[in-house]
């Protein structure tokens, strides 16, 4: 089984953010400000030793490879911001690029969607930064062109000799098929048998889809959540000295039912799953977060022990981790002060149970 963890290349300043909320701005300024918003709630998390880290050194990448060996986990899915040319947060899959002795297999997840201030815990602010737009066929060339050299990379995923690479919203491309012949040719130009194309399953009217793409993978938790689970609104007691938040604001969903709606639901070959380690996005969303409860290593491992086995018997190799380090939704495989290693931990141990 290949374990593919979902990463985001956000923790690094970049001029589009500095612009909008000041020099420094990182996701980790999110992170430190964050503030429990009921009794129980665990805010805000602290990366192990204090572990801050800045994207652009580059024995950062080194000591995540490391940890991901070690745990078994195949490879990285990082994140691609492309509007019509104009890139957001490249640096860090450059720089690996560029760095042959980093030993770490990846591919993209293209995150086609508006740039907005949701990154700066404006809750439901949805001024939008970037535009996302799309252009024709100079434009797919461009794009193209610009994944050539990270499909030709050895470490760089591949499924029967294709490129893979996921898109987030693919209903949104117009003329996707098109563009998609088009890469397929380029890449067959370039001694490929074209490009492994993995639709993201993020929501319901995202699922039935009538595209050239090669598998589907389920975003979770944002496609289980949206389909089957009412959200459960938290009050903040007057008498212990809490503020009294709007009824409808920080919403409750418990772990393990999302995990057993998400077992429940079949697939097919090539319709891969995903299992999450928690999810949390109080940093970004302050009062109007929502929060999964009940998470924690010995359930994620459990999970994803049984979705490993699921996965097997529907003819599937590809499970999908959310995600190492999305810190700013409380979702991260990396070492907390909390946990600290142990969800690295039970993936070894799932890994070690596969032999």
Request: glycine share 6%.
């Amino acid at each position: 089984m290949r374990l593919i963890s979902f990463y985001l290349p956000q923790f690094h300043e970049i001029p589009e953010n500095n612009d909008a909320w000041g020099n420094g701005f990182t996701e980790w300024v999110n992170v430190k400000k964050s503030e429990p918003r009921f009794w129980g709630h665990s805010q805000p998390r602290v990366p192990l030793n204090n572990n801050y880290y800045n994207l652009l050194d580059k024995n950062v990448m080194g000591w995540q490879a490391k940890l991901a060996a070690y745990a078994g986990i195949y490879g990285f899915c990082f994140y691609h911001y492309w509007f019509n040319g104009r890139m957001v947060l490249e640096k860090p899959a450059e720089n690996l690029l560029k760095d042959k002795s980093i030993k770490l297999r990846y591919c993209f997840a293209w995150a086609n969607e508006p740039w907005t201030k949701t990154w700066h815990g404006a809750g439901g602010n949805k001024e939008i930064l970037i535009a996302q737009t799309y252009g024709g066929e100079e434009e797919w060339k461009c794009h193209y062109e610009y994944f050539r050299p990270f499909f030709m990379d050895e470490r760089y995923i591949k499924e029967n000799n294709k490129p893979v690479l996921l898109i987030y919203r693919l209903r949104n491309i117009p003329h996707f098929n098109e563009m998609l012949r088009y890469w397929n040719r380029r890449a067959e130009e370039d001694g490929f048998s074209g490009i492994f194309l993995i639709s993201m399953n993020v929501c319901r009217e995202h699922v039935e889809k009538s595209c050239q793409v090669n598998a589907s993978v389920d975003f979770e938790p944002n496609r289980t959540k949206s389909e089957k689970l009412q959200t459960k609104p938290v009050l903040k007691p007057k008498d212990k000295g809490w503020k009294l938040w709007n009824y409808f604001a920080v919403k409750r969903i418990s772990y393990d039912r999302l995990n057993r709606e998400m077992l429940k639901k079949p697939h097919g070959k090539n319709q891969f799953r995903t299992v999450f380690a928690d999810y949390d996005d109080s940093p970004r969303r302050g009062a109007r977060a929502v929060v999964i409860k009940g998470a924690s290593p010995r359930k994620f491992g459990k999970y994803l022990k049984m979705t490993i086995k699921k996965s097997l018997e529907e003819g599937n190799r590809y499970v999908f981790l959310n995600a190492w380090n999305e810190w700013g939704e409380g979702n991260y495989l990396e070492p907390d002060t909390r946990y600290k290693y142990s969800y690295l931990r039970e993936i070894e141990r799932c890994n070690a149970d596969k032999k």
